[in-house]
T-cell receptor
Framework: DTAVSQTPKYLVTQMGNDKSIKCEQN?????MYWYKQDSKKFLKIMFS???????INETVPNRFSPKSPDKAHLNLHINSLELGDSAVYFC??????????????FGAGTRLSVL | AQTVTQSQPEMSVQEAETVTLSCTYD???????LFWYKQPPSRQMILVIR??????QNATENRFSVNFQKAAKSFSLKISDSQLGDAAMYFC????????????FGQGTTLQVKP
């Protein structure tokens, strides 16, 4: 059983399209995250939700909109895709948001390619 | 703002030998947590080891251990008896005490293990 699962694993699309990436965790965690890994492998947090409430919103274009229908799901919707959005997007979850018990478990990533 | 620096883009080690990956960080907080994550070619992010800043004792997990020097703001990872499966990109990460779960990652170090 996959603890944090993301779909799809690969996404190839044209500039200007709208796409979504889904994330689900079956660990019973309260906090979920989206990270972006760019072409140089640099990882940076985008969003964090705790009990369906947004607690981190880094400087991300508002074309990116996370949605958390319940504690186990955090989806990422991207409007008007641009070439610079090409990256690997990771979903993660943790039992709590702070402290050393904040062990974040990552999904396998979604490689988004914008043509 | 906190920063994490990994100054070694690439390292290589002979199988069964020991290698140390460097990480330095900058923070004004006194309470924080440090992590090493491994990203093999499969892309999955895997937690290797974690350290609470208030603990003087260095963390160990089987063949993995850290050298945590709080005053120097240094957090290196030592891998003993290196195995081919250790080949991966390793990320040092910082978690502050803000209870948001925001992990700040270093640039990563690619470790090659030679048979």
């Amino acid at each position: 059983d996959t603890a944090v699962s993301q779909t799809p694993k690969y996404l190839v699309t044209q500039m200007g399209n709208d796409k979504s990436i889904k994330c689900e965790q079956n660990l019973g965690h309260d906090t979920m995250y989206w990270y972006k890994q760019d072409s140089k492998k640099f990882l940076k947090i985008m969003f964090s939700y705790n009990n369906k409430e947004l607690i981190i919103n880094e400087t991300v274009p508002n074309r990116f909109s996370p949605k958390s229908p319940d504690k186990a799901h955090l989806n990422l919707h991207i409007n008007s895709l641009e070439l610079g959005d090409s990256a690997v997007y990771f979903c993660a979850s943790s039992r709590i948001a702070g402290g050393v018990k904040n062990i974040q478990y990552f999904g396998a990533g979604t490689r988004l390619s914008v043509l | 703002a906190q920063t994490v620096t990994q100054s070694q883009p690439e390292m290589s080690v002979q199988e069964a030998e020991t290698v140390t990956l460097s990480c330095t960080y900058d923070t004004s907080e006194s309470d924080y947590y440090l992590f090493w994550y491994k990203q093999p070619p499969s892309r999955q992010m895997i937690l290797v080891i974690r350290q609470e800043a208030y603990k003087q004792q260095n963390a160990t997990e089987n063949r993995f251990s850290v050298n945590f020097q709080k005053a120097a703001k240094s957090f290196s990872l030592k891998i003993s008896d290196s195995q081919l499966g250790d080949a991966a990109m390793y990320f040092c990460a910082y978690l502050g005490s803000s209870n948001t779960g925001k992990l700040i990652f270093g640039q990563g170090t690619t470790l090659q293990v030679k048979p």
